[in-house]
């Protein structure tokens, strides 16, 4: 059997050997997780003693999840414990909406053919369910895509991120110890050909996807017929500065918001537009906090912005950097290599609109602000791209705000905060490329179930 050797995100030394699962063992998961299904789902207080024996073994251990994140994933310490913190409070949320998860009553008498007759909807969970993730928060994406499907009442087969399968292996051992009968979880940890088995196969009832468009696009058009999705995607943010008084205030959060896991998030701030007389002043003002933020191991205390996932999207977005600069870019600052694994932050003041870091998801350490002459230009311009996620408006003028959040092309608009803003509970969802369905553990919770309907004739 092949191995996958896990590495240290910062140093690349390997953190672990895990076996690659076989075709074969694809195959045995599916029949194990069909099997389950057609017997009936575990009732609705065992699976809330399940999750709740989960949260709590998970507590026990948060601190090793953080330095496990930090590790295999490279993400700044101090943000991996945010995400454990999101993660174990996400298995609550799942709890409260099983007790509140309930069909719905169907008038009958509202004409004379339906008259004589009582019905309303049960809910059933939908079937085995396939959930595949991305690296970049290696533990409460597990949570948003697996545990759902435990609170339903449905088998899951997960495939982690395969720099990242640790925090899920994990998870998994404790799922396990917290009561979940054997089968209705499964880890698998894949090579592409034997995912896209595992995905396309006619008996998987639900698909979970988080990665990019051009993965997820391609899994879905290969879907057996009746397996529904849910698609992920990411996005290349956009973020309208108008007047807006706390300027101090704003170049900080878009420090965090651009450079939050070294900008390796679907919602990360990518493109900034501020008006053309100030735009260089307020590009100016980002770098200068963008200098301070400490660069390196996101195992230790003090770092700020952690390694790039692989030493290759170091390479990759030097060379989007270099290529915007010879495309007419100003580099405000950054624009190096930091060793294999971590790239300088950096900003960028008008890139060409045909540049890479104008048009595709930069997934780094960069953000780009742009001049415009009025805002009606930096919508048209921020709603010119085939991805649509999350945005973000500044300004202390309520009506330009309304309006502007209104006119621009995006599943949320922030007014007043930043693109990266999410609780674990909202629906979270792109348009066009961006995705397909809707996340948010209740949001995911509704599509793992199915209403059927039962009419009394009296």
Excluded at 57 to 65: G, I, P
Excluded at 129 to 146: C, E, K, M, T, Y
Excluded at 272 to 277: E, Q, S, T
Excluded at 368 to 395: D, K, P, R, T, W
Aim: with cysteine; hydrophobic share 45%.
């Amino acid at each position: 059997m092949s191995k996958l050797i896990v590495k240290q995100a910062y140093t690349q030394k390997p953190l672990a050997e895990v076996d690659f699962n076989t075709a074969a063992d694809v195959e045995k998961m599916l029949v194990t997780a069909t099997k389950l299904h057609k017997n009936g789902c575990l009732p609705a207080f065992q699976r809330i003693e399940i999750l709740t024996k989960l949260a709590n073994l998970m507590q026990a251990e948060q601190a090793d999840f953080a330095k496990l994140i930090a590790n295999e994933g490279g993400k700044p310490l101090r943000d991996a414990r945010v995400e454990v913190t999101r993660a174990i409070d996400g298995i609550g949320l799942a709890i409260a909406k099983i007790r509140s998860a309930k069909g719905q009553e169907v008038p009958m008498d509202l004409t004379e053919a339906g008259a004589g007759r009582l019905a309303f909807t049960t809910l059933e969970p939908i079937g085995v369910v396939v959930a595949v993730s991305a690296f970049n928060h290696p533990l409460n994406l597990i949570i948003h895509q697996v545990v759902p499907a435990i609170a339903t009442g449905c088998p899951v087969i997960v495939k982690p991120a395969e720099a990242t399968p640790l925090c899920c292996l994990r998870f998994a051992e404790l799922v396990a110890a917290a009561g979940l009968p054997e089968g209705w979880l499964q880890t698998a940890v894949l090579a592409i050909p034997e995912s896209e088995k595992l995905v396309t196969d006619s008996r998987v009832a639900f698909f979970s996807f988080i990665g990019s468009a051009k993965v997820g696009w391609m899994l879905k058009s290969k879907l057996a017929p009746g397996t529904r999705c849910s698609l992920e995607h990411g996005g290349v943010a956009p973020l309208i500065f108008d007047e807006y008084a706390d300027v101090e205030g704003f170049v900080a959060g878009v420090v965090k918001a651009g450079f939050y896991h070294a900008g390796q998030v679907c919602v990360s701030v990518q493109r900034i537009f501020v008006p053309a007389n100030r735009a260089e002043a307020i590009a100016e003002k980002i770098a200068q906090a963008v200098d301070k933020l400490v660069v390196g191991d996101a195992i230790n205390e003090e770092t700020d912005v952690g390694p790039l996932i692989f030493p290759r999207e170091v390479d990759r977005v030097s060379e989007w950097v270099n290529e915007a600069i010879s495309e007419g870019a100003k580099l405000i600052t950054g624009g190096e290599k930091i060793g294999e694994t971590c790239y300088q932050p950096s900003v960028l003041l008008n890139p060409n609109a045909k540049s890479k870091v104008s048009n595709m998801e930069i997934f780094g350490p960069v953000v780009c602000v742009y001049g415009y002459e009025n805002i009606a230009q930096a919508i048209e311009i921020a709603n010119s791209l085939e991805v649509a996620f999350q945005a973000a408006v500044f300004s202390d003028n309520i009506k330009i705000a309304i309006n502007t959040a209104k006119a621009i092309d995006a599943s949320a608009v922030m007014i007043n905060d930043y693109t990266t803003f999410r609780t674990d509970w909202m629906p979270f969802a792109g348009r066009k490329h961006s995705g397909y369905g809707t996340g948010g553990i209740g949001h995911t919770m509704d599509d793992m179930l199915e209403h059927k309907m039962l009419v009394i004739k009296h």
